[in-house]
């Protein structure tokens, strides 16, 4: 039996009223939340250079140490995302930085040079605050306070981009056809790839929590 048959039989059986045994069971595509992060561990997650900046406590990976970067390496979607939806929740403390990469990839240190940098700062000494798609689309508003948890969300669909801070729309960006980055930037596109979370320096200190992803493709 096709789709289609299926959909008009469990139409049918609905018309009936109560169903009848033989019914077809109702189709289910929608895509579902799942966890990226279990809450006591950073299996799943790996880490090069200065892994000792990130921890687990109280159900939070804590990024807080010598710049590093906690690529998320494991099964769901084989760890490669292209139209997705992406929520954590984050809390920083006085003076920190951090972020959020998408369409990433691994790498053992320095900046990842893949992808684009969704932004956490609310109070560092660099302007581009919370919510900013890094150096393409940056937010100067402070939309959320430190010391206070947040929801930090992002979706891709196809070249959009949207971003939101606590359910309100902080940047809409859409990347153009055949989009052309200067000389070292060159990745900074959307492909597809994993997420990765920042430690930036070793006087920020942000917890991370409910890291969760819809994967739409």
Known sequence: MNKLS???AFAACLLMGAKPAGCPTAITTKAEWVSLFDGKTMNGWKVGENAATFSVDSGCIIAHGNTA????EGPVQNHDFKDFEFRANVMTRPGSNSGIYIHTRYQESGWPAKGYEVQVNNSHTDWRRTGS???IEDVKE???KDNVWFTEYVSVKGKRIVIKINNKTVVDYTEPENVKR???SEERVLSSGT???QGHDPNSKVYFKNIMVKPLD
């Open 6 to 8: 299926v959909l008009g």
């Open 142 to 144: 402070v939309y959320v």
């Open 69 to 72: 970067h906690l690529f998320y």
């Open 182 to 184: 200067e000389k070292g």
């Open 133 to 135: 798609l890094y150096g």
């Open 195 to 197: 997420f990765a979370l």
